[in-house]
């Protein structure tokens, strides 16, 4: 297959489980949407320039674009992936002892309105706790789209997610998010060092037992409610 061809289709999946459109791509990239159809069609010899920008407007590394994590090209975020509300969506947990809170959210998260919700729920439980003193296990390997696909966020809720980590991590030592890929590790690797919390958020990504694994052996639990073994 011609190389063009290839990065092309790389670029469309990764746009669509993001859930952009080639014109939100290309004006977060400063490019084109011609320029972006071109690439995504295999028309373009891409520049290293202009591949960085579009790394970057995915919120990825550059060397994440030639990795072996392939996605379906259909796009997301479409009103099939709501049916079910976000807040049936959602459940979370404290372990009083352990001073753990953990939440899982399956599905997507349409965008601001859902992101608050989570973030009311999660800050006022967080806000009884004094600064550092408070542990947060997420579980985001249920965030799929109705046809299993795993999905990253939208850029509109990566965005409030810098917020929302930058107020969560001043309550908490250490945050551990269980991911459904590569590239959502890689997201969430951007949205971190964005919210100047890099050095307390780990993201993990492995065969599901070894990243349960790793989580109870962080927290040093041995049973949870709903981060489990899938």
């Known amino acids: 297959m011609d190389i063009r061809i290839e990065f092309g289709q790389r670029i469309k999946e990764l746009r669509a489980r993001s859930g952009m459109s080639q014109e939100h791509l290309a004006y ?36 994440y674009l030639f990795s072996g994590e392939r996605f379906s090209p259909k796009q997301a975020y479409q009103p099939k992936d709501f049916i079910v509300p ?6 979370y947990t404290l372990d009083p ?6 939440f899982q959210v399956n599905g997507l998260a349409s965008g601001k309105q859902d992101v608050e919700y989570m973030s009311n729920i999660v800050l006022g439980i967080c806000s009884a ?3 550092d003193e408070l542990d947060v296990l997420v579980d985001h390997r249920g965030m799929v ?23 969560l991590t001043s309550y908490s030592k250490k ?20 919210s100047g919390i890099f050095d307390k958020a780990s993201h993990l990504f492995d065969k599901d037992r070894d990243m349960v694994g790793k989580a109870y052996e962080t927290f040093d639990i041995h049973d949870h409610p709903f981060i489990r073994t899938n």
């Open 28 to 63: 977060r990239a400063g490019l084109d949407r011609s320029y972006i159809s071109g690439v995504e069609r295999g028309e373009r010899n891409v520049s290293i320039i202009n591949i960085e920008k579009i790394a970057s407007a995915l919120q990825i590394g550059v060397a």
């Open 86 to 91: 976000f807040k049936d969506r959602v459940h």
């Open 97 to 102: 002892d352990k001073k753990l809170l953990s």
């Open 129 to 131: 706790y004094g600064k």
């Open 145 to 167: 789209t109705s046809d299993g696909e795993p999905v990253v966020y939208s850029p509109e809720v990566a965005e409030r997610a810098v917020q929302f980590q930058q107020e």
């Open 175 to 194: 945050v551990l998010v269980l991911c459904n890929s590569e590239f959502m590790v890689e997201q969430l690797n951007h949205v971190a060092k964005a």
